[in-house]
């Protein structure tokens, strides 16, 4: 038979051969008839299920199972609705349906169809069409759980669930820098600098998720201690020197004259390395800058400032609100917003609880800077 005709041959139950008509044009499968060989191969499939998989499940489930298939995917190819609901199980249809597949583009051209690169890519969407059906829909069942009595719960528990394989990669991102497992080159120091930094974002990010849904209006360190301002404004350009080294971007410190104070060091660290990290994050060229300034005997001005792009009116008036949908505006860099605003709303929050208030100043294309002050009693025994 010349492969130029549009007819296919079948094979009956009594095994005599026959040519089908060709179907009218106008359709993408016309000329073709699925049935038998998609049979045919169902068969094949069935067999080797069988025989390599015994008693493991049921035959009869997966000959029923099958047998949707099938169904489903004539109904498909002929452009009709998929006839019924998917089996029960789902799985087993799924897998079914991947070996239907690969049989079918196994098998000789002869065997299945004339016209070969049409009805074949006909039928792959047919199957395609099926397998979309069998997939439960996720995106539903997830909606309906985060809205469910513990979704909030839900949700506690994925954070928790990604702090500790986190909190690892730090571990032993940080542990490898420093050449405790051996010695490093300047190229593996910055990648290993750069996992650390994503790392870190990554569980931050995971501590305002926890801390947002458990209201987040408590303190980790319940009265105030001596501490260095100095140290923690190193330690926080340290923390995140490698993403600025990636992009060419400088940070600068600008320590206060009188560096000894009293106060809640962990609070105030978050906040200030969440301020430098988004700096960073929306900024492409220029520099990022830390200041600690004094405007009091007891009181202390800090403020991130950054040579970004600005924020936009239409960004400012949800800024700080968690969870926020806003256009994404993309630069040479990357996001000049970030798309859940986390970050800064835990910056709010925590500045608040030390009594505060979380302020900014920016000029579109000329930067950004986010300010705020604290009542920093000088410390007598640092």
Not at 57 to 78: K, L, Y
Not at 315 to 322: D, I, T, V
């Amino acid at each position: 038979m010349s492969p130029r005709t549009a007819n296919l041959r079948r094979h009956d139950d009594e095994g005599a051969a026959r040519v089908l008509p060709a179907k009218p044009p106008g359709r993408e499968s016309a000329g073709v008839q699925p049935g038998p060989a998609l049979r045919a191969a169902s068969d094949r499939v069935l067999a080797a299920w069988n025989n390599e998989r015994g008693d493991a499940i049921n035959p009869g489930e997966a000959a029923d199972a099958m047998q949707w298939v099938v169904r489903a995917v004539e109904s498909a190819w002929a452009g009709d609705p998929i006839p019924g609901e998917p089996p029960k199980a789902r799985v087993l249809a799924r897998r079914l349906l991947e070996l239907l597949r690969a049989e079918l583009l196994a098998a000789p051209e002869d065997a299945v169809i004339a016209s070969v690169a049409t009805a074949t890519l006909a039928m792959l969407r047919a199957i395609e069409q099926v397998r979309e059906t069998l997939d439960p829909d996720w995106s539903e069942y997830f909606g309906t759980r985060l809205s469910g009595p513990d979704g909030l719960e839900l949700v506690v528990d994925v954070a928790h669930d990604m702090r500790s394989p986190l909190t690892s990669v730090l571990f032993l991102a940080e542990t490898l820098q420093r050449g405790q497992s051996g010695e490093i080159n300047e190229v593996q120091r910055r990648q290993l600098g750069l996992i650390y930094s994503a790392a870190l974002g990554l569980s931050s990010m995971a501590a305002d998720v926890i801390e947002l849904a458990r209201g987040s209006d408590q303190l980790v360190e319940k009265e105030p201690a001596p501490f260095s301002v100095t140290a923690i404004m190193e330690s926080v350009r340290d923390i995140v020197r490698p993403i600025a080294e990636e992009k060419g971007l400088t940070i600068s410190l600008v320590p206060p004259a009188s560096d000894n104070r009293t106060g809640r060091s962990q609070a105030l660290s978050r906040v200030l390395l969440n301020l430098t990290t988004n700096a960073l994050k929306f900024t492409d060229e220029g520099h990022v800058e830390i200041q600690a300034r004094l405007s009091g005997l007891a009181r202390m001005e800090f403020s991130v400032k950054d040579t970004g792009h600005g924020i936009s009116a239409e960004a400012m008036s949800n800024l700080f609100q968690p969870f926020r949908r806003t256009q994404a505006r993309t630069g040479r860099s990357g996001y000049y917003f970030s798309g859940t605003g986390l970050g800064l709303a835990m910056c709010r929050k925590l500045v608040e609880a030390m009594g505060s208030e979380l302020k900014f100043e920016t000029r579109p294309d000329r930067g950004t800077r986010f300010f705020f002050e604290l009542d920093l009693p000088p410390a007598s025994n640092l």
